[in-house]
């Protein structure tokens, strides 16, 4: 019987540490997928954005994020290549850092394009 009461008592503290790790996975999980959609909410924003003072806010909360997928990077790319109010921003020079930083050692056919524009 001891042994019961003992094998119960240590099924509930790995309950309780199951749960806790449980709960931190779903923290963790609710902040990816808020920055996700803040990343992808920043993209839709440069991509309508057609102010310089809008372009610039923007490109200044991008800035903030540490870490882009490829296929994020690609598409700021190709919107700073084909909305004129970006790319125009991108030459800034406090700007450019940003974008250079994006890019990275990426070789593609669009990261050369912009490169050229930057240059």
Same mark, same amino acid.
Request: hydrophobic share 35%; glycine share 0%; charged share 25%.
């Given at each position: 019987?001891?042994? #019961? #009461?003992?094998?119960?008592?240590k099924n509930e503290q790995l309950e309780r540490?199951?749960?806790?790790? !449980?709960?931190?996975v779903i923290a963790s999980d609710s902040r990816e997928l808020a920055e996700e959609?803040?990343?992808?909410n920043l993209i839709l924003a440069l991509e309508d954005s057609r102010s310089f003072a809008r372009t610039y806010k923007i490109i200044a909360n991008m800035e903030k994020i540490k870490s882009w997928t490829t296929k994020e990077t690609e598409s700021i790319i190709k919107?700073? /290549?084909?909305?004129? !109010?970006?790319r125009y921003?991108?030459?800034a020079d406090q700007l450019k850092p940003f974008f250079y930083q994006l890019m990275g050692s990426q070789k593609s056919a669009l990261t050369n !394009? /912009?490169?050229k524009i930057l240059d």
């Open positions: 019987m001891k042994a #019961i #009461i003992e094998r119960t008592a540490k199951y749960y806790c790790c !449980q709960n931190e959609r803040s990343k992808t919107i700073a /290549l084909d909305n004129s !109010q970006v921003v991108a030459n !394009q /912009l490169k």
